[in-house]
């Protein structure tokens, strides 16, 4: 069965504290994804990767950093976390797209983060 | 930026009644996938439907996609407490990789 997974389920971190958000997929799918979800303004892309190595930025990198050094393995930075990064984060994965499922996302099932 | 916007904001129905729910997009797309969340969870897929495809059909759900108004609906017919949820649509920008979503369509079921 398809698996995201994402380390943590719920965290509390204090304001200036570097956190990580760790996330493994079981699919060897190339494409990973970092979200941010919050009531109102939906999901928003905060970075994505095509393969090792690599990452693109998403609609609000600001604060944010990624790590790619495997393929199974996302990881969010949140190199000094402040409060208005208090949210839900959701990380995802897929195939490119082209294939017979096109580029079916696959999400874990979420991180609650809260900056105090 | 967003790319698919989804209508209305929030639906109440009782069971049994049928659901529509549509969503607007801006550019040119491969394809466009409805996904499921559940209060709290991460997100399902539910249904993807090619640019090149008008109607497509899976159990109670029926989505049809117009590629000339940039418009897809959901339709989810008989609906059930259990359907309580949210929607989104998604899609992706012409040859790349990544998705975007909506803002959802909260779903209430009464039973």
């Known amino acids: 069965d398809v698996k995201v997974t994402q380390s943590s389920r719920y965290l509390v971190k204090r304001t200036g504290e570097k956190v990580f958000l760790e996330c493994v997929q079981d699919?060897?799918?190339?494409?990973m994804f970092w979200y941010r979800q919050d009531p109102g303004l939906g999901l928003r892309l905060i970075y994505f990767?095509?393969?090792?190595?690599?990452?693109e930025k998403g609609d609000i990198p600001e604060g944010y950093s990624v790590s790619r050094e495997k393929k199974e393995r996302f990881s969010l930075i949140l190199e000094s976390a402040s409060t208005n990064q208090t949210s839900m984060y959701l990380c995802a994965s897929s195939s490119p797209p082209g294939g017979t499922s096109g580029n079916t996302i696959y999400f874990g099932e979420g991180s609650w983060l809260t900056v105090v | 930026s967003q790319q698919g916007e989804e209508d209305p904001q929030a639906l109440s129905i009782q069971e049994g009644e049928n659901a529509t729910m549509n969503c607007s997009y801006k550019?040119?797309?491969?394809?466009l996938q409805w996904y499921r969340q559940n209060s709290g969870r991460g997100l399902v897929h539910l249904i993807l439907i090619r640019s090149n495809e008008r109607e497509k059909h899976s159990g109670r759900l029926r989505v049809t996609l117009d590629t000339s108004k940039k418009s897809s609906s959901l339709l989810i017919t008989a609906s059930r407490a259990a359907d309580t949820a949210s929607y989104f649509c998604a899609t992706d920008a012409y040859n790349n990789n990544d998705m975007r979503f909506g803002a959802g369509t909260r779903l209430t079921v009464k039973p």
């Open positions: 990767s095509y393969d090792v190595k690599m990452k």
């Open positions: 550019t040119s797309i491969n394809n």
């Open positions: 699919m060897d799918h190339e494409n």
